[in-house]
């Protein structure tokens, strides 16, 4: 079965969402192409080479904060039509510029899908 291109999944990244916090790193999802889930996320990668461990990655759904690491069969990353979603990296802020982050998870009948996008940080 062929999975979904990447150029379609880039258009869930909001641009201009990437942003440092005062203890890491942000950006937002927002799903417009149709709800769906994943059962499995893989480690973030910044600018193809920086992996991120799963526990200092974190989504905020529906008010209740889940680390990457948590994700699975019963737990799943959900997306649902036309919401937004809020993902956090705790640890060293991104440096002023431009910065790819690479996101991929594991969906059920799809296997393994995502995409990368290239954002600006203006500062800390």
């Excluded at 990353?77 to 705790?90: A, C, H, T």
């Excluded at 910065?99 to 500062?123: A, K, M, N, S």
């Amino acid at each position: 079965m062929p999975g979904v291109p990447a150029f379609i999944l880039r258009r869930l990244y909001v641009k201009g969402s990437l942003q440092n916090t005062t203890n890491g790193w942000r950006f937002t999802l927002k799903n417009s192409l149709g709800s769906g889930y994943a059962h499995g996320l893989i480690p973030l990668r910044v600018d193809e080479s920086e992996e991120i461990p799963l526990e200092q990655t974190s989504f905020e759904n529906d008010g209740v904060t889940v680390s990457f690491d948590q994700v699975n069969r019963e737990n799943t990353f959900g997306l649902q039509m036309n919401r937004s979603i809020v993902i956090r990296v705790i640890g060293e802020q991104l440096s002023r510029g431009a910065h790819r982050i690479d996101f991929v998870c594991v969906v059920p009948g799809l296997g393994q899908i995502g995409f990368d996008f290239t954002d600006e940080v203006d500062g800390a």
